[in-house]
């Protein structure tokens, strides 16, 4: 399960950022994650509450994880339809070519995080 050390990692990044704004704890942590991204909402979900739980880190017992759902999208280079393609590849539902462009559903980024300046 990588979304573990996933997680580990956005937890560290967020410490990093609060630690400059002299934060102390964080409660709420937001997530943008598409659905062609390779992360498991479930799993990073998991991954939060076990990381919340530990008293090495700058979340707090009650913090809150938000993920945001990035749908896929694509456009077909032969014929231009856009279209919600189900993986990476994926045929055209007007041309029936496997010939379309992501242009989103591969996002995996944090979009932002609240605390407190206190303990």
Known sequence: MH???????I???IEQDAR???MKQVKKVELLVGTLSN???DALQFAFD???VQADNCLTPDAELIIHTERARAICAICGKEYEPA????????C???SGNIVAGE?????AYEGSLTT
Do not use: D, N, W
């Open 39 to 41: 992360v498991l909402p």
């Open 20 to 22: 400059s704004k002299e």
């Open 87 to 94: 993986t990476k590849i994926a045929q055209c539902p007007t």
């Open 96 to 98: 029936l070519l496997p």
């Open 107 to 111: 996002t995996f980024r944090i979009l």
């Open 3 to 9: 979304e573990m050390a996933l997680m580990g990692e």
């Open 11 to 13: 937890i560290h990044l």
């Open 50 to 52: 076990v990381y919340k």
